[in-house]
C-alpha cells in the first residue's frame, strides 16, 4: 500500500525515505492534491523497460498494419535494402 504524505514532511526527509520500499511508493501532495513520487532505482528502471517494450510493440503493430496494407517484401529484397548484399 502506497503511503501518501504532505510534501511539508520532506523536513524530515530521511524518516520519508524510510517508506520508500521496491513494492512501496510514497506520494507526495501539494495542497492536498497528488504532486510528486518517490520511488527506488529499481522501481523506475522497471518502469524505463516497461515503457520502452510498449513502444516496441506498438512500432511492430503499425509496421505490420502497414506491410500487410502495402505488400511484404522477401528476405533477399530485405538484405538487398539493408546492404547486406548487392
Known amino acids: 500500500m502506497p ?3 504532505p510534501i511539508s ?3 524530515n526527509y530521511s524518516e520519508v ?3 520508500v520500499d521496491k513494492m ?3 506520494y507526495l501532495t501539494r495542497n492536498g492534491h497528488g504532486a510528486y513520487t ?3 532505482i529499481a522501481e523506475a528502471d ?5 515503457r520502452a517494450a510498449r513502444a516496441l510493440a506498438t512500432d ?3 509496421a505490420e498494419n502497414r506491410a500487410n496494407s502495402e505488400g511484404w517484401i522477401d528476405a533477399d529484397d530485405f538484405d538487398r535494402e539493408m546492404g547486406i548484399i548487392d
Open 38 to 40: 518517490i520511488m527506488t
Open 24 to 26: 512501496n511508493r510514497v
Open 17 to 19: 525515505l524510510k517508506e
Open 60 to 62: 511492430l503493430r503499425r
Open 3 to 5: 503511503s501518501i504524505m
Open 9 to 11: 514532511d520532506l523536513r
Open 46 to 50: 522497471e518502469l524505463d523497460r516497461l
